[in-house]
């Protein structure tokens, strides 16, 4: 059974920082596709950052606009981690860690984690 855990979310203030963990069991999840997606209250789920196979035991970052430069991605041994830096009150939402076997992240996504929420405040 493929199981993404959450975990590191919490309530921070404007301008801190928080790392996001998840680790993937049940699959070998070395070739696929993982990365962070996020939904705010009232607004519809976005993909948030993702890493893809690029080969030879590396992977290819990618991220939403919104983040470059605050945000880092990362992944090791079937966890992927997200590294939120100057966070604003925008980003709170519920994050989902969220993969793909297929390679075709982010834009097909085959299991999602429960989610963890980061708050936030100003």
């Known amino acids: 059974q493929v199981q993404l855990a959450e975990s590191g979310g919490g309530l921070v203030q404007a301008g801190g920082s928080l790392r996001l963990s998840c680790s993937a069991s049940?699959?070998?999840?070395?070739?696929?596709?993982m990365g962070w997606f996020r939904q705010a209250p009232g607004k519809e789920r976005e993909f948030v950052a993702g890493?893809?196979?690029?080969?030879?035991?590396?992977?290819y970052g990618d991220y939403a606009d919104f983040v470059k430069g605050r945000f880092t991605i990362s992944r090791d041994n079937g966890k992927v981690y997200l590294q939120m830096n100057s966070l604003k009150p925008e980003d709170t939402a519920v994050y989902y860690c969220?993969?793909?076997?297929?390679?075709?992240?982010?834009?097909?996504?085959?299991?999602w984690g429960k989610g963890i929420l980061v708050t936030v405040s100003s």
């Open positions: 969220a993969a793909d076997l297929e390679g075709r992240f982010p834009g097909h996504v085959e299991y």
């Open positions: 049940g699959r070998t999840f070395d070739r696929a596709g």
């Open positions: 890493t893809r196979w690029s080969g030879g035991g590396t992977y």
